[in-house]
Every structure is written in structure tokens, then in C-alpha cells.
């Protein structure tokens, strides 16, 4: 979405409200018959929103504005694809107005240079503010911007599906999400349409997906918020026929994985819900693989038992690309 001269990047709605522009990663339409879980809470966290635009005066500064959480939300700068250096790295979003003041690096010109040897699909002048994994609010900018252009971000974009995992809970900063890593091993742009505990395979959830044109290729992470009492097996698996079916028509790319590795209970039920996901992804000809061989590590599973580590994210993102590298182009 372009509004007020700025990509926001895997934004679709905006509502005003007395903290700000809330941001939603769902139309309205799309979100409203779905669980309370995704259309109030989890497609507003902003985990794979980014504020990209290109500077037309020497500083920009941005106002923005987050809810209070356990977790520091935390915003990282990066220009195109380059991390940005100490001065403009890391920003804290408070619950009061914050002020985000952003100014290119010194020696942009070699930064140019090093970005087109290396062949990097972002243009280091395009500035990238990545949302940290919460709620947060635009209030306004100071300065003039404009989007990028097309030549200025990679022209094959990725799309994740998934649960909080794929959404990038307890990967510390969104950086570490496996999502971002892929898209950064493979030289593609990324759209994050991850779900924290509402992952539930809608139908008309898929159907928006796939009718999405600004994809390539996509993952779907399948089973682990269906682990509860309220979903049984066979609701599990005509939910997992269904969602695939979707993807089935549209004929792009789809890697599909199902629960990994993790140390909590149910791991019985995680072991039929496996199976169900690998029967029906193989019948539908999709790139499938186990999520306990993207993730295998018990170790690499956070104190929660469920979410990997900033570790098992790096793992399952160096697996999966190696996966995905052949195949999506």
C-alpha cells in the first residue's frame, strides 16, 4: 500500500484511531469472517511490515507509535539490503509518540558500487524500516520521501504462510525470522502472512492468498495451532485438503511442511497430523518436506517448548532455501 509518499510494505488496511493509523496485514473484507484471534489481534501485528521509500531531503524523520508489550518492539533500518550501521541500526517504538530520524550513510556511492557487484536486489538508497513483531501505529512523517521504484526492489517476490513461527515469535529481532532469511539467501522480496495462534488453514484465507498477483512462490507451515482439543483429526485434515486444493489451482510454486520439531505434548497427535499433511501435499504434487528435517534440534526449541530458537529460525531457513532454490524459478 502507497500512502503519504511511503511503501508500506504488506500493509493493507489502515483504520484511524486515537493512537494512530493502525496498520492490518488483511483487508477488512478478508479478515472480518474470520477468527476473532486473526482479524483483532494477530493480522495487526506488524512482524513482515516494512516503511520503504526513497529520501528527497538529507533526514527524514518518522512518528510512530506502539502497544504496550512483553516483548521491546524494536524497529531495524536497513538501506536496501544493507543493515544499517550503529548510528541507524535499532529503534525502540514506545507507547508515546516516537520519533524515528533516519539519514543516509556516509559513502553511498560505495555502497552503489558493492550492491551492484554483488548483484543485492534491493538499492541501497531505498530505506527499509522492518516493524518489530507487535502492534504499532503510524502517526506521520517530517521530511519528503517517495516509494521506490521498480528497479529499485527485486522483481520475484516469496510468500509465507504459518503460525506465530513463520510470523517470527521469539526470533528476537525480524531480521531473524525464517521468512526474512529466505528471502535474503535467495535474492527475493517477501511478503510474511504469518499467524500467531490462528493459523487455522481457512479457506477463504487461501483464496485471498492465492488471488495475491505480487508472488512467485510460496511456503505453508500447517498443523501446529491445530494441535488443540478444539480441532480434531478429521476437521484437521479436511481443513489441510481444502487449503491445498486452493494452491492446487493456482499452479505457482507452494513448499509446504507441516509441525516442527518441538518439545511440548501432543507429540502423538503431531505425529498423525504429520502424516495427514504429507499425504495430502504429495497427492497435490507440492514441494512437501517434514517439518522435524527443516528442524531437528531439541535444543534449537525455545524455553516455551514450541518456538525455535534464533537458531532453529537460522536452521530452518538455511534448509528450506537450499530446498527452494531449485525449484521456484
Not at 508500506?8 to 484511524?16: A, D, K, L, P, S
Not at 556516509?106 to 558500487?113: A, D, H, P, T, V
Not at 530505506?127 to 502492534?135: K, Q, T
Not at 531439541?298 to 532453529?312: L, Q, R, V
Request: aromatic share 12%; proline share 4%; hydrophobic share 35%.
Amino acid at each position: 500500500m502507497i500512502f503519504d509518499e511511503i511503501d508500506f510494505h504488506n500493509v493493507e488496511e489502515m483504520t484511524q484511531t486515537e493512537n494512530g493509523l493502525r496498520l492490518s496485514r488483511l483487508p477488512w473484507a478478508v479478515a472480518m469472517p474470520l477468527h476473532e484471534r486473526i482479524k483483532n489481534r494477530s493480522a495487526l501485528f506488524c512482524c513482515g511490515v516494512e516503511l520503504r521509500f526513497l529520501m528527497l531531503e538529507e533526514e527524514v524523520k518518522l512518528h510512530l507509535r506502539a502497544r504496550q508489550a512483553e516483548e521491546a518492539q524494536t524497529a531495524l533500518i536497513y538501506f536496501g539490503s544493507f543493515q544499517g550501521g550503529w548510528q541507524y541500526s535499532t529503534r525502540n517504538i514506545g507507547e508515546e509518540d516516537t520519533v524515528i530520524s533516519i539519514r543516509y550513510p556516509n559513502r553511498m556511492e560505495q555502497l552503489e558500487k558493492i550492491a551492484r557487484d554483488a548483484e543485492m536486489p534491493f538499492h541501497p538508497r531505498v530505506v527499509r524500516l522492518i516493524l518489530p513483531y507487535g502492534e504499532c501505529y503510524y502517526i506521520g512523517k517530517e521530511g519528503k520521501t517517495m516509494p521506490p521504484r521498480g528497479s529499485d526492489v527485486p522483481h520475484c517476490c516469496y510468500l509465507a504462510y504459518g503460525s506465530s513461527i513463520t510470523h517470527g515469535s521469539l526470533g528476537l529481532v525480524m531480521s531473524g525470522t525464517y521468512p526474512f532469511q529466505i528471502s535474503q539467501q535467495l535474492g527475493t522480496d517477501y511478503v510474511n502472512q504469518g499467524y500467531a495462534g490462528s493459523a487455522y488453514l481457512d479457506r477463504s484465507l487461501a483464496e485471498y492468498l492465492v488471488s495475491r498477483k505480487d508472488w512467485q512462490f510460496a511456503s505453508l507451515e500447517m498443523g501446529v495451532n491445530m494441535l488443540g482439543k478444539e480441532f480434531e483429526e478429521g476437521l484437521f485434515e479436511d481443513r489441510v485438503y481444502s487449503f491445498l486444493e486452493v494452491f492446487k489451482k493456482d499452479g505457482r510454486p507452494v513448499f509446504v511442511t507441516d509441525i516442527f520439531t518441538h518439545n511440548g505434548e501432543n507429540q502423538e497427535k503431531t505425529r498423525v497430523y504429520r502424516e495427514i499433511v504429507r499425504r495430502h501435499a504429495e497427492n497435490n504434487r507440492m514441494f512437501y518436506t517434514p517439518g522435524d528435517q527443516l528442524l531437528e534440534r531439541k535444543d534449537y526449541i525455545s524455553a516455551d517448548f514450541t518456538h525455535p530458537s534464533a537458531e532453529g529460525q537460522r536452521q530452518i531457513a538455511e534448509r528450506w532455501s537450499r530446498k527452494m532454490k531449485h525449484s521456484f524459478r
